[in-house]
């Protein structure tokens, strides 16, 4: 698991401490933190997808290659 503190952890740790002088200011920077993250979560899962799938892509390109390379069939 990647750990990692960034603008959206301060915020969240930031409606924590304001939280007694500003309810609405502490929910506002709460939600800003959580959508910050899930956002950062989505974009970096996503990322990971692609690369995942141009690898896969890849294998199957090159198992076709090989396949067409030894069948010995000649067009």
Do not use: W
Not at 9 to 34: K, M
């Amino acid at each position: 698991m990647d750990i990692k503190i960034g603008m959206p952890e301060i915020l969240v740790l930031f409606a924590l401490v304001i939280y007694s002088q500003s309810f609405t200011f502490a929910t506002v920077s709460f939600c800003l933190g959580l959508s910050g993250r899930i956002f950062s979560y989505v974009t970096n899962y996503s990322i990971e997808m692609k690369k995942a799938e141009a690898v896969n892509q890849n294998i199957e390109d090159m198992g076709q290659a090989l396949s067409g390379l030894f069948s010995g069939n000649k067009k």
